[in-house]
């Protein structure tokens, strides 16, 4: 029992370190490996049943799917950068709407509470002009370095698109690349399992809570539908919370307008992308992480915590590797006792 327990320690500070200093440095080698497996199948059937040989077969389906999916994800950036830019012209108009919701609560507080016309409303101006001085003190100076970052950044990202397609080529073209050793075959394929299930299920997933959304948001006129329903699906994501924490109060307040139609919408696609999530984690996942969803928001919580933005993913794979070994260890103890 304190054997499997050390072990545990073990593996979560290996996986911490890893994920902490080597993951970042070997990022578009571990994508490219596991990129390599997943199109292997397609290669083969090219060499053995049309006999293409095997440096064209592989720098034809690299290239096929990269132009793809790349495409498809530009594709996709371009209208949301686009609406995110019309979302941004029309912030003042947005603005003005939410200034006089504003002051018809803040009229109806001082009503209620017997105070003085425009009082409540003089202390929230008062507040807001605050809030824009320090966002113009404080923010506003870091935007340059922000932008030099952004720079950087998306450097980093054509090198290492670069070296992913030149290191995915090289793992296919390579006969001798080394297979995991047949001992640790089980180990592997288990970890694999575990570690990866979670983020094939949930890309899937948001993928389609994204069509659903996008659709939905759609039909109902709205100009941002692409950009809200990836935000949605992304926020779906999240375990026990889920898109309804968005829908619901947007349905409502919908409703109390007057505009039903749109609300109906909106309560159809919460309701739709609820169905689809229920239908298809089970399926996806079915027993390979087997957690409650308080472990899985808890381990959110500290990957990003730990590893900030990329901690969403990092944090339930390393507990459901953590699972998957202490699985193991208890098979190992009672196969030995």
């Excluded at 690299?62 to 594709?75: K, Q």
């Excluded at 029309?90 to 003085?116: A, F, K, S």
């Excluded at 039909?219 to 990836?230: K, Q, T």
Aim: hydrophobic content about 55%; aromatic content about 12%.
């Amino acid at each position: 029992m304190k054997t499997r327990y050390l072990l545990l320690l073990i593996t979560a500070l290996v996986l911490l370190l890893a994920f902490r200093f080597l993951l970042p440095l070997t990022l578009p080698f571990v994508l490219a490996y596991f990129f390599a497996k997943m199109i292997s199948p397609v290669i083969h059937f090219l060499t053995d049943r049309l006999k293409w040989t095997k440096k064209v077969s592989s720098i034809m389906v690299v290239l096929v799917m990269v132009f793809a999916i790349g495409g498809f994800v530009i594709y996709i950036i371009s209208i949301v950068i686009g609406q995110a830019i019309l979302l941004l012209q029309r912030l003042p108009v947005y603005e003005q709407e939410i200034n006089y919701v504003i002051e018809e609560i803040c009229g109806n507080c001082d009503r209620m509470l017997e105070l003085t016309g425009g009082t409540s409303y003089e202390y929230i101006e008062a507040q807001t002009e605050i809030l824009y001085r320090n966002i113009g003190n404080d923010i506003l100076p870091k935007l340059s370095s922000c932008a030099i970052y952004l720079l950087r950044f998306a450097a980093e990202i054509v090198s290492g698109a670069f070296i992913f397609l030149l290191s995915t080529l090289l793992i296919l073209l390579d006969d001798t690349f080394p297979a995991v050793h047949r001992k640790l075959k089980p180990v592997a394929k288990k970890l694999k399992a575990a570690g990866f299930a979670y983020i094939k299920a949930q890309g899937i997933i948001i993928f389609v809570i994204a069509a659903i959304t996008s659709l939905g948001l759609i039909l109902m006129g709205n100009e941002y539908a692409v950009l809200f329903g990836i935000g949605i699906a992304v926020f779906d994501a999240f375990p026990i919370v889920g898109s309804g924490i968005i829908l619901v109060p947007w349905g409502f307040v919908r409703m109390l307008s007057g505009d039903f139609y749109e609300a109906a919408i909106l309560f159809t696609i919460f309701a739709v992308a609820t169905f689809f999530r229920e239908i298809l984690e089970p399926r996806l996942l079915g027993k390979e992480i087997g957690m409650k969803p308080l472990f899985v928001l808890l381990s959110v919580y500290v990957g990003v915590k730990l590893f900030h933005v990329s901690g969403i993913l990092l944090g339930p794979i390393a507990l459901t590797i953590l699972k998957t070994v202490n699985d193991m260890l208890k098979m190992a103890e009672t196969e030995d006792g």
